[in-house]
């Protein structure tokens, strides 16, 4: 019984008529989800295999059955690339990358809020799995904004939209979705197939400062198993799904835990879904139009000077209408209220500045924690959410009309909270110390800003809306605040010591200390060995300790049966005598003949493999002999084979031209059996016949992928490379009239990515027809494959082809004249150097260099006008071989 059929016999959740909803008509895999709402009732879940049974679930809410549905996961260690082939496309879930690191505490965003440290993080890891050739697609959802809100507050939102709107501006491939229940991913899932999916499994720990706000948040079980309720969507489009925590890279591996599709449950995912699918409906919208964004930040960017760097842009943006909007409540506030709102967006201003002009590493300086500081960790806190706010409503207007072409949409370094916080310490400091011009003011000369910042300054502030200048910042209506007075700088860190390693004893680092690196930044120290007791090793014959080798430990094999029982045999005859020469030499023939059926097996393998075939060639070993001396090995050379007599040669080529002869008559016979099979293909006009027609005849039954190198059906059935040649044009030829009949461009909607798939596997086979059978193909066939390529819209590549083409037979000519030249002077030689042999006599000498001077003028007249000639003639051929370039569009 196969796997699906047990699948379907007792997993109660889904059945067979379930299974054929599964897919849609072109075979895709959909979303299991498609099930009777009434499943419930139609089976007894305690009889399930591998599932949960009514009695462990009872009466549990569906997020608590998600839960205890993720503890019975047992997940297996894998390695994306070659396990679960992540050469081939997958998919990352961009907000589970961007929890892990936060939970993880591998980037403390929560405490320092850094854009640019954790985009930096980010693109890290997708770097290392880029570079170790993973295909991925990064995937948002909207619905995380309630979770990122409830768990990390608007800051984590901010970033989020930052990030998406990075990757828009930088071409990084992504796609984003409302949900994952939505119409739109189930599509893009069932249209793609990715390999397997990736992301998070962590529960979301959410804390409530207010233990009532905890007590009546009845969300917040729903939010904990977040992940895991997208983990099990996942799993119902019939795919592995990996999980970013514990995630290893090791060289081109990324091993990581996965859990396969048979862990869905459908009935527990149902569940879910109507529960999620509640909560994700509730969330609030935003009431602003998101696309006056667009050119407001147009016309701002147009009015910063030159000097401003366009990563400065959109940050300025959104500072500047923040500000403009605590401006427009300072005028209803008391002046406590508003010198406090001003002070925030003139340090947010000021951060500004400074992050123009500091780059993130000299931003790691030590400063005080927001925890240590109770009026920071409360009512700045509280005003930079709303700062954050604007910001998403900011980026996410920018992306649904952004402010056109050549405006700067750079957004990796939106906001530093350590510096911020930082700069906010040192004006409220500065402000109620005793050395200021007036009671509690901030002036410019404290930063002591150069004129061209301080224009810059100047012109966000004006753009604001303030009517007054920027400094100075007043701070005593802040005097009497309470918890205003700030807390103490903490001391600064002293550096780290210089690593203490071990001083090996190698030419190849000095060798790089002197020539290109001096190694500075490590402290040396001698190896110590320590004093072990010695009646260790002379009391109780313990070994000393030995350097174990682990590539040798890798290399070693097992031996098998018949090299034990050799062992066994010689160690016999060792002790019985020793071995003698020809006991040498039989183990010697044993171990080449255990190496010859290794590289049999080897060879097999590789030509059962698509694209191995004849890459693995036996390895020649050169055998060494000793000389008399003892001090040097003699390579022996490789004796030259004899030479063929007259006779030998003679019937030497007569069994070449008949095996040339069959070859040409065995594919002639092949001709005439695959010329009704090319013919018919011609008359299909179904899309998904022609699509299975095409590969089978050319790549054959047996392909493990859909490529064409090499056309291996073909290959395999004709001899000659004129006949594979001659097929292959004729296969085009015969697609190319298909499509005519088919008319690829008004086929509905739903199989257009077939009829997209199909201009791929043409243009496949154009290519490889030209790098295959590049000699073999005429100017009749090259105006075919040109003709091919402008029907379907490559024009530029159909010219590269004709001048590549071109190119080669100009060079074909030419070896064949060469070759015919040397041919022609070697005769000349020889019946000259005969005569000369027979003329004794100095007066016929004589004569006869009178004659030859006549003779070279006249030979020098002549070479003159056969170099016209042959010059004439190559024109002659440029000619012809242009005439075989397709100048007009060819249409299907």
Known sequence: MADDDFTDEFDGASDKEDDKDSRDEDGSVLLDDEGDDDAEVDFDMAIRIGHLSRAELGEKAPEAQVALWHATLLPVEADLITELDGQNLFFIHAESLMFDMIDSKEVKFEEDVQFLRLTFALEKVLGKIRSANGYFRLVFFD????????????????????????????????????????????????????????????????????????????DKPKWKVFFQAFMMRCLAAKTHVAILRGLQFRGNRIMCFTVGPDYHDSFIDKNAQATFSALFDGEEEDETDPKSFGPLYKEFAGKLGDGVPESAALRSFVAVRFTKTILEICEKQP???????????????????????????????????????????????????????????????????????????????????????????????????????????????????????????????????????????????????????????????????????????????????????????????????????????????????????????????????????????????????????????????????????????????????????????????????????????????????????????????????????????????????????????????????????????????QRITDSFVGFPAVAAGFETSEAQCKVVLKAIKCVSKAFKKIQLDKLPAEKQPQARRLVRYLFCMVQEATNSFSKDIDGKGIKTLQETLLSIGFKLTAGHMFESWKKKQLQMQETVAAAAGEEKGGKDDKKKGGKDDKKDDKKKDDKKDKKDEKKDKKDDKKDKKDKKDKKDDKDDDDDDLDSFKSKKDVEL
């Open 143 to 218: 619905c995380c904004k309630g979770l990122f809100s409830a768990a990390f507050g608007e800051s984590m939102w901010a970033f989020r939209q930052a990030f998406l709107l990075h990757c828009q501006s930088t071409g990084i491939d992504h796609a984003v979705f409302s949900n994952w229940y939505s119409t739109e991913w189930k599509e893009h899932v069932s249209e793609w197939r990715p390999s397997f999916f990736l992301l998070s499994n962590q529960p979301v720990d959410i804390v409530s400062e207010d233990a009532e706000d905890d007590e009546e948040d009845d």
């Open 335 to 701: 002046a406590e209220g508003a010198a406090m709102m001003k002070l925030v967006v003139k340090v947010l201003l000021i951060q500004e500045m400074l992050l123009r002009q500091i780059p993130l590493d000299k931003r790691a300086f030590n400063t005080f924690k927001p925890k240590d500081w109770e009026l920071y960790g409360g009512n700045i806190t509280n005003a930079l959410e709303k700062y954050f706010e604007t910001c998403s409503q900011v980026l996410g207007g920018l992306m649904l009309s952004g402010p056109g072409e050549g405006v700067p949409l750079e957004c990796h370094d939106l906001f530093d909270g350590r510096l911020f916080r930082h700069v906010f310490h040192f004006i409220v400091d500065k402000g109620l110390g005793k050395k200021l011009k007036g009671p509690g003011e901030i002036t410019e000369e404290i930063f002591h800003f150069q004129d061209f910042v301080m224009a810059e300054l100047e012109f966000l502030w004006t753009e604001s809306g303030a009517k007054e200048k920027f400094f100075p910042i007043n701070i005593a209506p802040l005097a009497k605040v309470p918890g205003i007075a700030p807390p103490v700088m903490p001391a600064k860190l002293a550096p780290r010591e210089a690593p203490e390693l071990v001083d090996i004893k190698s030419d190849f680092l000095k060798e790089l200390e002197k020539s290109s690196m001096e190694i500075k930044h490590i402290a040396l120290i001698e190896d110590v060995e320590e004093e072990e007791e010695e009646a260790v090793w002379a009391v109780h014959g313990w070994n000393p300790p030995a350097h174990l080798d682990a590539v040798k430990e890798q290399e070693k094999m097992e031996k098998n049966f018949g090299q034990k029982e050799m062992a066994e045999k010689m160690k016999l005859k060792t002790q019985n005598g020793g071995l003698s020469k020809r006991d040498l030499d039989y183990v010697h023939k044993f171990q080449m003949k255990l190496r010859q059926k290794a590289l049999r097996k080897l060879a097999r393998y590789a030509d059962s493999l698509t694209g191995s075939s004849k890459l693995h060639k036996p390895i020649i070993i050169e055998k060494k002999v000793e000389t008399k001396a003892g001090d040097k090995d003699k390579v022996v050379a490789k004796a030259e084979p004899a030479k063929l007599g007259a006779k030998a040669r003679e019937i030497q080529e007569k069994h070449d031209a008949d095996k040339e002869k069959a070859k040409k008559e065995h594919d002639a016979t092949k001709i005439t059996q695959w010329d009704p099979k090319l013919e018919a293909m011609a008359e299909i006009i179904e899309p998904e016949k022609l699509e299975t027609t095409i590969l089978d005849l050319l790549l054959g039954f």
